[in-house]
């Protein structure tokens, strides 16, 4: 299972070999030493090693957790994971979250007010392109060729030629995350290019958008069939996680990269739909300590409090949910950071207290964010505990570290896309209703009409996926999130709220990059 082979991942080291030019020349990557490339590769064993690498790249920051040889050096290990980073710069800049630490470059992301040198814009740009090199790397030496010329027999081949595809779409999804959050606008290396040999050129959302559809749709029948619920392989993609990203291709293709997919996105939906996952029965097991129990989670980045320890992830969004007058060990945690609310923005979609979705903890805590830097401004958000579903703490005696999986992909998104690509795109808003009524049965509300709107589904994947890494890019898909049709408090820098800029809606090129490879343009506005 995937939290074992995590563990086995944090030995294996990787060289400076990996490295491509233009990213990372002013910084340190780690660890410099260990078994080179060849020799790794010359094992078929060391293969399932290198895929955990990667899978872990999305949680870890090194090959010694929670911290110490990190992958790159130049940046803060403890924040720097790639969720962690990805997590703020989609949830911190939006009405869902602020936090009152003021860490180098977080206090810009709650007022919108970043520059071109912001810190987790930056370490967010590292992260992706570190894991993109792996990846690469991964891929070029997976080659049938390379296969066949190694000696490997057909049992080893047919194995790790999965293992290719299941990096492939990580490698999709990485790119997708740059187009996302960059605008496309960033340096494209595969593995077809020659390491070293020469420095990228700059690519465009619309060219990335196309490529990431072809690599998709070329690796869909290649993959494992969906499993749900808990397996040995779960934690790994399989065809409905490339479902899955091809639908949140579709559904933001025109936002991204000027080109509407509904009907794709509906078709792609479809196929999930049909696959077998269910809701869960209660929406709490979904951010739970067991949650790898859950019917509904179609791609989890895992994490276990013993074997994957790290200060990013879940730990982290435990943890720094917890301050105030909050019990610690109602969240089987030793300790809270006191950092992390939600503004009046969020709770307002709320159509009632009595929603099972609405996990906010108002104990001396006020609705207003009078003051940000102020833990009791604003409620809490008590949706992540490192219990079990029978109230048991997760496996880290210390309370340190957590047992819960981050939910990347899930059933009740799928839902959701589905519904809102029925409605703008005129498919059929009678089985979109239905799915949307599903999420409503199990919190406990009543029905949606078929006559919904695109905006309530935008009201109801707020109350369905707040804090899941979804808002920023669903406003800006909704034109709300840089104008004055939508304020916050404190958008724009001041408590009432005010609209910004609207180049803010991707973020700038990581100067130390510019400077390396002239090839690139900064993005407009930076």
Known sequence: MMKQIIKYSLLLTILGSLIWSSCFQDLDLAPPFGLNATKVYEDPENYINVLAKIYAGLSMTGNDGPAGAADIVGIDEGFS??????????????DEAVVGWNDPGLPELNTMGWVATNSWSTAMYYRIFFQLTLINEFIRESALDKLEERGFGQADIDKITTYRNEVRFLRALSYYHAMDLYGGNVPFVTDEDKVGSFLPEQTTASALFDYIETELLDIEDDLMAPSVGFSNNYGRANQAAVWTLLAKLY???????????????????????GAGYELDADYQYLFLADNHLSTEIIF?????????????????????AVGGTMNADDFGINSGWGGYRTTKGLVNTFEDTLDNRYLFYTDGQNLE?????????????????????????????TGDFVDIDFPLFR?????????????RGG??????????????????????GNGYTAKDVLDERARELYWEGYRRTDLIRFGLY???????????????????????????IAESDLSANPNLDQNQGY
């Open 300 to 320: 989890p980045v895992t994490f276990d409090g013993v074997n994957s320890k790290t200060y990013g992830g879940t730990t982290f969004l435990t943890h720094a």
């Open 251 to 273: 559904l933001n293709g025109e936002a991204m990269a000027g080109k509407a997919h509904w009907n794709d996105c509906l078709t792609y939906c479809e196929k999930v739909i």
């Open 427 to 448: 498919g059929d808003t009678g089985k979109g209703a239905g799915y949307i009524n599903e999420l409503r049965d199990r919190a406990g509300m009543p029905d949606i």
């Open 81 to 94: 994971s790639y969720l962690r980073v990805f997590w703020n710069l989609q949830e911190v800049p939006t």
């Open 411 to 423: 059933l009740a998104d799928v839902y959701l896309m589905y519904a809102e690509a029925a409605v």
């Open 482 to 508: 840089t104008g004055s049709d939508y304020i916050w408090p404190w958008k724009g820098g001041v408590k009432e709220g005010a609209s910004v800029s609207d180049h803010l809606k991707i973020y700038p």
């Open 369 to 397: 964010v009078e003051t940000i830097g102020s833990f009791t401004s604003g409620y809490a958000v008590a949706k992540w505990k490192n219990l079990d579903r029978d109230g048991n703490p997760g496996s880290d005696a």
